[in-house]
């Protein structure tokens, strides 16, 4: 936090943590970065530190990562979002040469990061970026990021499988956030069911349909935090425009504000239903509220006398006229 009793224009240094330094430099997320720092893989002025929230001037101190020094520019992050394909592993390098996301983008995005993880199994939408901060603002649970999956799943879903969904599944890390869920499609022997999260949970989705009895049969993300396939198809990819970038740090950065719980109106109080007759004609007239004030009882003791002198003024006006036709037709 700035010292207030230091001008905005002073030659007091801006420090920010080496964490936030190494992400802003593209080199990792801001988690990479601590796990770089308490590897003791990192250098402040020529001193490793292995400790976390050590500060540095980005101006004046020389940070090194294995003995490279970061660079710090001041150019827009660059994003990328992929159609991950189905059987490809969110990873660099696979020992089990599995095919990997990296496979499926050009060279030169090979200094980007992945946004998050999809499970080998999954496909949908998968950002990459060099923006460590932005990484960390869209994966950090504390600023809950939506996440938006369709799940192919097997059996008829009800409203109370919904339920149980949105208000929260037990599961062996714990009982999950609540959520949004519903049907999207229902048949006769499996349903589309679209779940929004603000967790980001190992297989947590799939976990979840297990644990309510409905596994999923396929799984695709097709939302996050706002940015859609659009058309996309499957191993294809393309680059976030600089408006498309700013939107997508200000949904990350706005986090919390928006509430993901499923907002539930209060059911009206039952009115008690009389048992018989007698029961009604025994109850005591209604009484003006309690809380209603004398002027307020003024008031409708006036309207109800104006009404009945303005229908009686009604029936005095018409009786001679029906006097009249009486005698006529005698």
């Given at each position: 936090?700035?010292?207030?009793?230091?001008?905005?224009?002073?030659?007091?240094?801006?420090?920010?943590?080496?964490?936030?330094?190494?992400?802003?430099?593209?080199?990792?997320?801001?988690?990479?970065?601590?796990?770089?720092?308490?590897?003791?893989?990192?250098?402040?002025?020529?001193?490793?530190?292995?400790?976390?929230?050590?500060?540095?001037?980005?101006?004046?101190?020389?940070?090194?990562?294995?003995?490279?020094?970061?660079?710090?520019?001041?150019?827009?992050?660059?994003?990328?979002?992929?159609?991950?394909?189905?059987?490809?592993?969110?990873?660099?390098?696979?020992?089990?040469?599995?095919?990997?996301?990296?496979?499926?983008?050009?060279?030169?995005?090979?200094?980007?990061?992945?946004?998050?993880?999809?499970?080998?199994?999954?496909?949908?939408?998968?950002?990459?970026?060099?923006?460590?901060?932005?990484?960390?603002?869209?994966?950090?649970?504390?600023?809950?990021?939506?996440?938006?999956?369709?799940?192919?799943?097997?059996?008829?879903?009800?409203?109370?499988?919904?339920?149980?969904?949105?208000?929260?599944?037990?599961?062996?890390?714990?009982?999950?956030?609540?959520?949004?869920?519903?049907?999207?499609?229902?048949?006769?022997?499996?349903?589309?069911?679209?779940?929004t999260l603000r967790e980001g949970r190992n297989r947590q989705v799939?976990?979840?349909?297990?644990?309510?009895?409905?596994?999923?049969?396929?799984?695709?993300?097709?939302?996050?935090?706002?940015?859609?396939?659009?058309?996309?198809?499957?191993?294809?990819?393309?680059?976030?425009?600089?408006?498309?970038?700013?939107?997508?740090?200000?949904?990350?950065?706005?986090?919390?504000?928006?509430?993901?719980?499923?907002?539930?109106?209060?059911?009206?109080?039952?009115?008690?239903?009389?048992?018989?007759?007698?029961?009604?004609?025994?109850?005591?007239?209604?009484?003006?509220?309690?809380?209603?004030?004398?002027?307020?009882?003024?008031?409708?003791?006036?309207?109800?006398?104006?009404?009945?002198?303005?229908?009686?003024?009604?029936?005095?006006?018409?009786?001679?006229?029906?006097?009249?036709?009486?005698?006529?037709?005698?």
């Amino acid at each position: 936090m700035p010292n207030p009793n230091i001008p905005a224009d002073s030659d007091q240094p801006q420090l920010e943590r080496v964490s936030k330094l190494i992400a802003r430099a593209g080199l990792a997320s801001r988690r990479a970065a601590e796990e770089l720092i308490t590897a003791g893989r990192v250098a402040v002025n020529g001193h490793f530190i292995s400790e976390q929230g050590v500060k540095a001037d980005p101006d004046q101190d020389k940070i090194t990562v294995d003995g490279t020094a970061i660079k710090l520019e001041d150019k827009p992050a660059l994003v990328v979002v992929l159609h991950k394909p189905k059987y490809t592993i969110t990873t660099r390098d696979d020992p089990e040469n599995r095919p990997t996301v990296f496979d499926l983008l050009p060279h030169r995005y090979a200094n980007l990061h992945p946004v998050g993880r999809l499970d080998f199994e999954t496909s949908g939408v998968l950002i990459f970026s060099d923006d460590g901060t932005l990484t960390h603002l869209l994966t950090h649970p504390s600023h809950g990021v939506e996440k938006v999956y369709e799940a192919r799943v097997r059996g008829e879903v009800g409203k109370e499988t919904l339920d149980w969904l949105e208000k929260g599944v037990r599961l062996e890390d714990g009982v999950t956030a609540p959520c949004r869920a519903r049907v999207l499609a229902q048949r006769e022997k499996n349903a589309l069911v679209e779940i929004t999260l603000r967790e980001g949970r190992n297989r947590q989705v799939r976990r979840m349909l297990e644990a309510v009895s409905h596994a999923a049969s396929s799984l695709r993300r097709v939302s996050f935090a706002g940015v859609e396939l659009e058309g996309m198809a499957p191993g294809e990819h393309r680059e976030l425009l600089p408006v498309e970038v700013k939107k997508l740090r200000r949904v990350a950065e706005m986090g919390l504000k928006s509430k993901s719980r499923p907002r539930n109106r209060p059911k009206p109080h039952p009115r008690p239903v009389a048992q018989d007759a007698e029961e009604t004609k025994a109850r005591p007239e209604s009484k003006p509220h309690p809380r209603m004030s004398r002027s307020n009882n003024g008031r409708a003791r006036n309207a109800r006398e104006n009404t009945n002198r303005e229908s009686a003024g009604r029936e005095s006006d018409q009786a001679p006229l029906a006097r009249r036709i009486e005698r006529k037709w005698k």
